[in-house]
């Protein structure tokens, strides 16, 4: 069976993990019709904003895109691409699994979390405005029972078809009382409907300390949208950093994949950064299309070359330095090759 799937390379290193993701998917010998599409600032010239009609179009033929990561001007400019394109297609789920894989140098070998990020509200809905010039500045923080209570489904329904045992809701409902407090309480409700998942909350300060010393106590974390995005790196962090953490983008009906990195500009077009979460993310689309076999086989020669670490980038090796690092291309002809 053939599949159209919505591919927007990205910038910075986007174009290169973008076409390792490619080729190692192509490896496959699953029949797969990308529709290349472009967004970020470089079409803001030809189209006069950097997420076009026709981009979001796309996917919503399609129903499944995969993204490499884009580039959002810091203080200033046009709002985050990868944000627009999550709210426009209601893409309220963001699944960021967290394994340790066996020759990654980090403090524990055996880490297996998933973050469940809320992705449409929160901090990022892009409401924002100076109060007094240059003296005082306010962004508004928005939490519905509507969206916490289906990310918090989401959560629990993960946790259940994937055999998983506890979901902890992470909050500051301490200090956020009447948002997180909402959140929260959302959160206890819906669990009630999972009796046979354990469920409990924690503090996100708190949670944050003992994710780094104690990753082992938690299973599947659900958050919203900011703490997602802060403790999703944290817990990259955890199982050898943002170049091998996959994501994904879910909606009730369409789906994005795409790595949790952004798009290290200093090192774009210098066939250096590591492709994995990005071919990684690739083995999450083919699960969600049903493709469990070419999936698994993508995890597993992703397993083998890491595990060898020989054909590795830089990032992967014990000194930032090492010489006999390899290139993105060059990883992903060795995945490709385990195949
Ligand atoms: P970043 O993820 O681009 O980089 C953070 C650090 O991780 C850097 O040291 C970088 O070199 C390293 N890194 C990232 N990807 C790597 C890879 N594949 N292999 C090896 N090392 C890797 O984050 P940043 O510097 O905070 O952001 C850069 C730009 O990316 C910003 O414009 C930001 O808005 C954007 N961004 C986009 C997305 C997205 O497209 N979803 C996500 C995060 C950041």
Redesign the pocket.
Known sequence: MGYTVTLIP?D??GAE?SDAMRRVVEATGVDITWDEQQAGADVIAEYGTPLPDHVVESIQRNRVGIKG????PIGTGFR?V?VALRQRLDLYANLRPARSLRGVAAAFSDVDLVIVRENTEGMYVGIEHEVIKGEAAEAIRIITRRASERIVRFAFEYARTNGRKLVTAVHKGNILKITDGLFLQTAHQVAADYPDIAFNDRIVDNCAMQLVQRPHEYDVLVMTNLFGDIISDLCSGLVG???VAPGANIGDDIAVF??V???????AGQNK??PT?TIRSGAMMLRYLGEIEAADRIDAAVAQVIGEGHQV?Y?LKATRDDPTAVGTREMADAIIAAL
């Open positions: 990205g910075g290193i993990v990561p884009i580039t959002t985050s990868n950093g943002l170049g795409e790595p990195h952004g798009s290290a500009p200093k090192y950064v590591n979460a980038t990032d």
